[in-house]
Structure formats: C-alpha cells, structure tokens
C-alpha cells in the first residue's frame, strides 16, 4: 500500500492548479484543478469512508459541486483550491456516513430479517439516534474520533479548523451524549 505525503502533495496541487487560475474559462479552470488535485482527493476520501469506490465518488461529486459553483460565480474557486475541496470532501463524506446511519436504522426498525451475529443492540440503535441529535460538525468529529479514531489533528486538519476546536466538540459532544443517552452508557475520553 502506497503511503502519500499530504504535504507534498497539497503543495504539488497548488503549483498545479495555478496553471489553471489565469484561464477565464469555468469548465477549463476545474479542469486544470482536477488534473492536479483529483488523485489526493480521492485519497482523502477513502480514508474518511474506508472504501476506494466510495472515496471516488465523493471526489467526484466534489468537483461536480466545483464545475457548478465556477459555472455560476467565475472566479468562485480561489487559489489554492485544495482546502475548499477537502472540506467539500469531508462534508460529503459526512452526509454519505448520516444517510449509510440512517438506512441501516431504517432497515433495522422495518424488521427485516437479519442474522443473528449481525442484528444491532438496543444500546447501538440509542447511540445512532442520539449521535443524529447532534449538531453536524460535532457529530463529524465525535464519529471521526470515536468511530474511524482519527487524532484530534488529523481532524482538525481535515475541518481546517485548530485541534483546540476539535477538542472542545469532542468534549461538548460526549457531554451532550452522556445527557441524551443517560448515566448507564460509558463513554470514554481519550
């Protein structure tokens, strides 16, 4: 497995996606940011979602959502493109996790039929629900943590927001599921 150096390569888009800056032309622009950018988008993404196919589609919607953005608003992607798109990536990744939570739930609730060693616990179905009354960006980084257990850093990074922040929802977010779920749930502080 090929490990890449993000720093490297966000430098590599930069460089990269400036050719693409001077061009007055929307479709041309993304172009030229997709042909620097759209491999580590995808690296990206496949590590918030755990799949390559997955991690391909988001980078894709990603720069559908850019073409649509530069198509309306020339001038809309600035220079470097690369933390607008890892954030796109990460909220899209984000959405993708709800709605795979969400059906799941729904799957579940409906009684299908399900194996045994494969059903969910009552105490799974109470933390999903109360994990969905969270605000969005403290859900993103409780499941980040907790779920993927991703570094206070490396998701700060991925928000582009400071690790302070990151604490801080992380901290609210426990406390506000300790209050949702009860005393009788364990939730760790790492």
Known sequence: MQVMDLSVATAT??????????????????????????QQLVGLATMLTGGRALGEEIAQEAFVIALQQER?????????AWPW???????????????????????????????????WDVETIDIVRALRRLPSKMRLCVILSHVEDQSTVSIAAMLGCSSQNVDAQLRRG?????????????LDED
Do not use: F, H, W
């Open 13 to 38: 888009c930069r460089v990269n996606s400036a050719a693409g800056v001077g061009c007055q032309d929307p479709d041309g622009r993304v172009a030229a940011i997709y042909v620097a950018c759209y």
């Open 72 to 80: 309306r608003k020339p001038g809309y992607l600035t220079d470097p």
């Open 85 to 119: 798109l890892r954030i796109t990536a990460v909220r899209l990744a984000g959405r993708n996790r709800q709605r795979s939570l969400r059906e799941a739930l729904m799957y579940r609730l409906r009684g299908a039929e399900a194996e045994p060693s494969k059903e």
């Open 174 to 186: 426990r406390e506000r599921l300790r209050a949702l779920l009860g005393e009788s749930y364990n």
